[in-house]
Structures are given as structure tokens and as C-alpha cells.
């Protein structure tokens, strides 16, 4: 497959951005066609019973239980912007609210979902102990310390992600999906093979993003890779409300124009984040954090409350050369 | 005698690896030496940007492997410096359509006529990483003084092999350390056991200039070119000692004149 469509396309003078950007869509719808195939390949009925065996006879008692569980995976494309502070802010604003919550680590080998919320230090068991029979998933769980109805299921730290069969990814979170309100799915940086299986068992995916060309790049790039059965809405996170005003940091209108998905929410940007990062407790729980306001309303969104968002309002600038570069300028306003 | 090819990753995204290259190369090439930048973050590009180049992108790094384009036609020439070229990553293409060997050879070609060759990784520990770390001889590891950046980078460092290792320490806020909310450099060090090459402040400014695709060590007269300028030199081999990233207000200033410390 050649990368810029044609042959003729490949001419110097003749290549525009809007060409790579017609053959990139190209190329993203063939690659979205295989991973639906594949995930209805893996709904077969014997994929199912695999699970079971893999993840413990616990789960499988009859009759047949229903997933009643919302599994929603937070990704990104580009890397620190925010995925795992969100999956465990917003996990722990779920279980406040009552919901019963696991979140999974999917980034093998690179994990810190168990940093951030501070239980490092209970991960005995991991997901690939489950997923490989050596463990159940209640021994793997880790309930958090203040919040009895908040689960983490760790990632391993010396394996790697090809070490996940994608079947059994999406086993796995079926399985969650029995038994919890909500699993969410902390995704690794990038498009490979661990962004394949943190999004195999979704059914929604959360995009977060910042408000820079190179995470909105990233995101719309991600967007084109995500399944069509996947319902994807948007967290832009870190805003500087006074580089906004400045005219040096891309409104949240602009993201939200350029990525076409519903806005769930916008964080501002606060060093809260890093000190409670860094203390291993939720932003959530910092009195007085912007921050963490932001996360306790997407969490009510979530949960079907009308919460409103609150304004950031900012002039135009060098937004226009990012929709350039995705082929978003008027004269080639292709994606509705 | 062939140039030396680093790799500048971090396993955590987000700590400034794209910026990183950017600057450095722009910083070796304002020293005189003949620079060539690659974007290994296949299907996820983005040091055009950074560089204020995407436009100019015909062929790209996996054209380069595949042959389907010479070297020369590939680099992209960015004439705000002396001698810098950009190899861009495909974007349409994902990490599996290049392997090690292909890049190691790449690499091998780049540095026999380049003197420094930066490969900028992506993010994680996946097929992409070990391709970016293929054809270096020495590694970079960027890292931001956060408990999760930092396993990362230790993460990463136990995956370089014998290749030799050097810190850049990115985002550090003075007045966070001080109130002892962030780890310090020593922290930094001592938990990662090696040397520290650059410590670069957090700085709006990055942002700014990210966005508009114009380097900040394009303007020797700014603070954090003259820092990226610092650890061009050292890893020249040259003793630059580090400047004092505390004289960042005027309340501290006030503070050390009252207090003397």
C-alpha cells in the first residue's frame, strides 16, 4: 500500500496535505473495518466461555449473567496528557457516587494507574495473571483505601503488551461488565498493539486531550482509528484560562470545531494535579481545586445529570494552520 | 569519523521528547555541526509541527527504508538554521511497516554524513520504541520530576542495554521543589543513578512556540535557548555548569537579599 495513495500523488510539487489527509482517511476507514470484523469475531460464543475459564469460575455461575456495566476506555493518542488522572479521578467521583467501579491498567509494562490513586503498594496480582489462569479476580483486585466500591486492576510491570491476546482483553472486560456499574479502561500512549486491547471490550471511549497541535493531532488520529460502535466524547484537560486570553493557547471551541465529537468536559490547568499526583490521592479530593470540580462535574455527566460547562471563551490564531494540517480549512471542509 | 546518533525517549508521553529534539537540534546546529532530525512516532507525527515543517513533508522515514526514495529527497531542510534536516515519520503507516534492522541501517547512513543524528521515540515500550532505539549509540531519557514520569524512565533504562544514558529534566518549577511539592534534581538523580545533562524549566513560552511551529532556541536571547544551548555543549564534551533556575522572581530575589540564603 503506498503511503500517499498513488503514484502520481507522489510527484513533489503535486503532494498537498490535503491529498495525505484523503489517503490517511482512506487508510483509517480499511484499518476501522478490520477491527469491527475482529471484535465480532471475538463475540463468538466460545471466546465467552474462555473467559470464564480464564478469569475464574467465580463469574460464570449460572444462569448467564448480563452485562449491565458501561465500559468506557480513556485514550489519547499522545502521551501525558492526562489519561490516567482522568480514569482515576473520574473512577473515584463514580464511587462517591454510589457506582460500583473498577479501573483497569492497560499500559503493560508502564503502569502508574496504582501510583496515582496510592495503592502501589497492595498490587500483588495483575491482569495478566487473570488473563493467564494464575490468578482470580478477586485475588488481583485492589479495593481502594477510602472508597470501598472502587476497584483497580493493575497492569503487570515486567511483561509486555503483546503478552495480551486481544480476544482475551475483551474477555476480560465483559466480565467486569457483569460485575460492575463501571469499568474504566486507562489506555497507553500511542496507536499499537496496547491502545488495540485497551479498546477491544469498550463500548464508549472518553478522548482527552490538551489544547496544543501536537495532542489535537494525535486525537483526531486516534478518532479515525476507534471502531464506529464505540461512542467517543471529549475531555479537553489542562486550559490555561489566561494563555487562552492571551491568544497563545487554542480555545476549547477550537478543539471541539477541529474534532467534531461532544464536548464531556474541560479541565483547567492547575498544579494541584502534580502535588496530589505526586501524594497518590485524587485531585478529587483536594478542597477548593478547580481541577478537581472539573472532574466530580464530568462524573456527573456521566452519569446523566445536566451539568453545565462552564465558558472559556478565546480569540482565533494559529488554530487555522492545525486545521490545515488536518485538512479542516474551509475550502476542504469534508468531515461533517 | 561517523556521527553520533542519540535517541531521546522517555517511556511516560507528554515529558517533552518532540520539544526536546526540536531544541537540541537547533541548539547543535547554531554550533556549527550538521544535524539531522528523525521522527521515529510513526502514525503519530509531530516534530513537523513542532518545527513548523508539515507542509513541506513529501517522503518520509518509511519511504526512506522501503527505497523508495533517496535520503537526500526524504531530509527536509530547515532554513532557519545553518545545517538542520528534519526526517519525517509516515502518518498514514503504523510502527510494524519498519523493522530494527531497517532502521539501524538507516541510521548507519544518516550518521556517515551527519555528526549528531537525534531519533525522536515515541512514547511507551512497544514495537515504535525498539525501533527508535535501534540504530542509536547513546540514549536521552527525558523525564519530568513526577513519580510516575520517573518509573517510567527508570522503566526505560533498564531497556537502552549498554548504551550510554544521559537525563534531561524537564518542567522543573523552582518554586514547587521549594515548597516540596515536586522532587529535586538530587531526587532525580539519586533515584535514576545517571548523569544529568540539562535541567529545563517549565515555561509557558514552550507552548507558544509549540503551537506556532517556531523552536525557542531560535532566539538565542531567551532563557531556554540558552539552556538547550548548555546541553548541546556538554553532551559535546564541553564542562558548561548549570545555571541557577531559582532566579525566577522577584519575591525570591527579595527573599535570598533578606534572608541571605
Request: aromatic share 2%.
Amino acid at each position: 500500500m503506498e503511503t500517499h495513495g498513488s503514484e502520481e500523488a507522489r510527484q513533489p510539487a503535486a503532494m498537498t496535505v490535503g491529498d495525505a489527509i484523503v489517503a490517511a482517511a482512506a487508510e483509517e476507514s480499511r484499518t476501522e473495518a478490520r477491527v469491527t470484523s475482529e471484535a465480532q469475531a471475538k463475540n463468538e460464543p466460545h471466546a465467552q466461555s474462555g473467559a470464564h475459564a480464564a478469569t475464574g469460575a467465580n463469574i460464570a455461575s449460572p444462569p448467564k449473567p448480563v452485562a449491565h456495566g458501561r465500559p468506557i476506555v480513556i485514550t489519547s493518542g499522545k502521551g501525558g496528557v492526562g489519561k490516567t488522572t482522568t480514569t482515576a479521578n473520574l473512577g473515584a467521583a463514580l464511587a462517591d457516587a454510589g457506582q460500583n467501579v473498577v479501573v483497569v491498567d492497560a499500559d503493560i509494562g508502564l503502569r502508574n494507574l496504582d501510583v496515582v490513586l496510592g495503592l502501589e503498594n497492595r498490587v500483588h496480582r495483575h491482569l495478566l495473571d487473570v488473563i493467564e489462569g494464575k490468578s482470580t479476580l478477586d485475588d488481583a483486585l485492589v479495593r481502594d483505601r477510602a472508597r470501598r466500591t472502587l476497584n483497580l486492576l493493575p497492569a503487570a510491570q515486567n511483561r509486555e503488551k503483546d503478552d495480551v491476546p486481544t480476544d482475551a482483553m475483551l474477555a476480560l472486560i465483559n466480565d467486569l461488565a457483569v460485575c460492575f456499574d463501571y469499568v474504566l479502561i486507562d489506555s497507553p500512549a500511542g496507536i499499537e498493539k496496547g491502545f488495540r486491547n485497551a479498546i477491544a471490550g469498550a463500548k464508549e471511549a472518553i478522548i482527552v486531550t490538551t489544547p496544543e497541535v501536537s495532542a489535537v493531532r494525535d486525537a483526531d488520529r486516534i478518532i479515525g482509528l476507534l471502531p464506529p460502535d464505540i461512542e467517543a466524547k471529549l475531555i479537553v484537560n489542562r486550559v490555561r484560562p489566561a494563555l487562552v486570553k492571551k491568544g497563545t493557547m487554542m480555545s476549547v471551541q477550537d478543539v471541539v470545531e477541529i474534532l467534531r465529537l461532544e464536548l464531556l468536559g474541560v479541565v483547567p490547568d492547575e498544579k494541584d494535579i502534580i502535588i496530589a499526583t505526586n501524594r497518590g490521592t485524587p485531585v478529587i479530593d483536594v478542597e477548593g481545586s478547580e481541577t478537581g470540580a472539573a472532574f466530580r462535574r464530568i462524573a456527573r455527566r456521566l452519569l446523566g445529570e445536566n451539568v453545565p460547562i462552564p465558558d472559556m471563551t478565546a480569540p482565533e490564531g494559529f488554530v487555522e494552520r492545525l486545521k490545515t494540517s488536518l485538512g479542516l480549512s474551509k475550502s476542504q471542509a469534508r468531515r461533517a | 569519523m561517523p556521527g553520533t546518533v542519540y535517541v531521546v525517549t522517555s517511556g511516560k508521553g507528554g515529558v517533552g521528547k518532540t520539544t526536546t529534539t526540536a531544541n537540541l537540534g537547533g541548539a547543535f546546529a547554531k554550533l556549527g555541526r550538521k544535524v539531522a532530525l528523525v521522527d521515529a512516532d510513526i502514525g503519530l507525527r509531530n516534530l513537523d509541527l513542532v518545527l513548523g515543517l508539515e507542509k513541506r513533508i513529501v517522503y518520509d522515514l518509511v519511504d526512506l527504508v522501503e527505497e523508495r526514495c533517496q535520503t537526500r529527497q526524504a531530509l527536509i531542510r530547515d532554513r532557519r538554521f545553518h545545517e538542520l534536516y528534519l526526517l519525517p515519520a509516515s502518518q498514514v503507516k503504523d510502527k510494524e511497516a519498519v523493522t530494527e534492522d531497517q532502521m539501524r541501517v538507516a541510521m548507519r547512513k544518516l550518521a556517515a554524513t551527519f555528526d549528531i543524528v537525534l531519533v525522536d521515540s515515541p512514547a511507551g515500550i512497544e514495537h515504535g520504541f525498539r525501533n527508535a532505539i535501534a540504530g542509536a549509540d547513546q540514549a536521552l531519557v527525558v523525564t519530568t520530576p513526577e513519580v510516575s514520569a520517573i518509573r517510567d524512565a527508570d522503566r526505560i533504562l533498564g531497556m537502552l542495554g549498554n548504551r550510554r544514558a544521559r537525563l534531561v529534566v524537564n518542567r522543573v518549577r523552582p518554586d514547587m521543589v521549594r515548597a516540596g511539592d515536586m522532587l529535586s534534581i538530587e531526587d532525580v538523580k539519586e533515584i535514576l543513578g545517571r548523569e544529568i545533562v540539562g535541567i529545563v524549566p517549565d515555561d509557558e513560552e514552550i507552548i507558544d512556540t509549540t503551537n506556532r511551529g517556531e523552536p525557542v532556541v531560535l532566539d538565542g536571547s531567551r532563557r531556554l535557548a540558552k539552556i538547550y544551548t548548555a546541553i548541546a555543549r556538554r553532551l559535546l564534551g564541553e564542562h558548561v555548569p548549570f545555571a541557577n533556575l531559582s532566579d525566577d522572581g522577584l519575591l525570591d530575589r527579595l527573599r535570598r537579599l533578606v534572608i541571605g540564603s
